[in-house]
């Protein structure tokens, strides 16, 4: 199936699972966010239960910033890049990163219970909840990230000097 007929199929059985789960975040929302037009793209199909199809798009972005978190927290010893990073926090800043982690837990966890029951109300709610939650975390996880990069340019710059 080439491209274009991909997403205009894509946007279309989108906007009818929209209607059956009665969500309110469109198409635009979630495809800013959560790159719905490139994981479909990149799987070349669109699923037949395309909500789980979402959802598991949105539970895979949350999960990889839970992760990048996680290890600002619990470094691996092994990874010189991983725990310079976590030292660049202090006791105070890694009480909020744990708090936004355990948002993204309680989230991603909804999720998995909408798909062990197949609970289309719970799926509505969390894709919902996801555009919320990702205008929450959006910009304390961009601050979380300048930090670093301004830690890294500056000793970059030392390095270079």
Known sequence: MEQDELLKRLKEEFELVRKELKFKATFDELN?????QDTVLQ???TSPRLSRQIC??????FWSWNNFLHSLIMPNPSSMIIMTESQE????????IIRLMTRVMAHVSANSIAGLTKDKKLEA????????????????LTELSK???TMWTERAQVKNA
């Open 32 to 36: 800013n966010t959560f790159f719905l």
């Open 89 to 96: 926090f202090g006791e105070q800043e890694k009480k909020e």
């Open 56 to 61: 598991g798009r949105i539970a895979d972005l």
């Open 147 to 149: 930090k670093l990069n």
């Open 43 to 45: 799987q070349g199909f």
């Open 125 to 140: 709610k969390f894709i919902d909840d996801s555009v919320a939650l990702w205008n929450e975390l959006s910009p304390k």
